[in-house]
């Protein structure tokens, strides 16, 4: 078993992210018993620009999570470079937090990125509608809530109300396939899960 302790920075991934790192147990590693604590929202600026603030949340996580525990760090990258951003931080979270498992995990632009990478499977999802055999590179879109709110059809998209549904509806493949910060926060399941010794993963 291991127990992850999620850093979130939005009111909607509160709830959303345990239900998308379940679904992504199941679907990675089905042999692996996963305790997802309650996440710690931050103010991702103040986060990230605050070292005092940034100690204190990531200090907290490593005492929620005990000395076994995996930290996970989800933030949006807004106009930032996933991958270097993500690097730059965890050297950081490493330095305080030596010798606990950390992963940072920068979604690109915005957590909603990936219900995009996967919209064919939100199609007829609480007013989602896309037309057959529509295509859209969710790497490029600046925005990704305004372009789902479009699809809905003009009705406000609301994290806290939406993010949870959408988190256990989408296709988890779809999302795979058209998102390297999703292909990232698998990839980061993955390395965690075999640390455990999760045995046989799934494909």
Request: negative net charge; aromatic residues 12%.
């Amino acid at each position: 078993m291991t127990t992850v302790a999620p850093i979130v920075e939005g009111h909607g991934e509160v709830e959303a992210l345990p239900l998308l790192l379940r679904r992504l147990a199941e679907w990675q590693t089905p042999n692996l018993y996963a305790s997802i604590l309650p996440p710690i929202r931050v103010r991702r600026d103040r986060f990230l620009n605050n070292e005092r603030e940034f100690q204190r949340h990531l200090v907290l996580a490593a005492d929620k999570c005990g000395e076994q525990g995996w930290i996970l760090l989800l933030l949006d990258a807004d106009d930032d470079c996933p991958a270097t951003r993500g690097a730059e931080v965890l050297e950081r979270a490493q330095s305080y937090i030596p010798y606990r498992r950390i992963s940072v995990v920068f979604a690109n632009r915005e957590y909603e990125a990936w219900f995009v990478a996967a919209a064919q499977s939100l199609h007829g999802y609480r007013g989602f509608s896309l037309s057959p055999g529509y295509t859209v590179d969710a790497e490029a879109i600046r925005n990704a809530k305004g372009w789902i709110e479009r699809q809905m059809g003009g009705v406000s998209y609301s994290e806290v109300l939406h993010q949870p549904g959408f988190s256990q509806r989408f296709d988890m493949q779809q999302a795979f396939d058209g998102s390297r910060s999703f292909r990232k926060l698998c990839s980061e399941w993955l390395k965690q899960a075999w640390f455990e010794g999760a045995g046989d993963l799934a494909e």
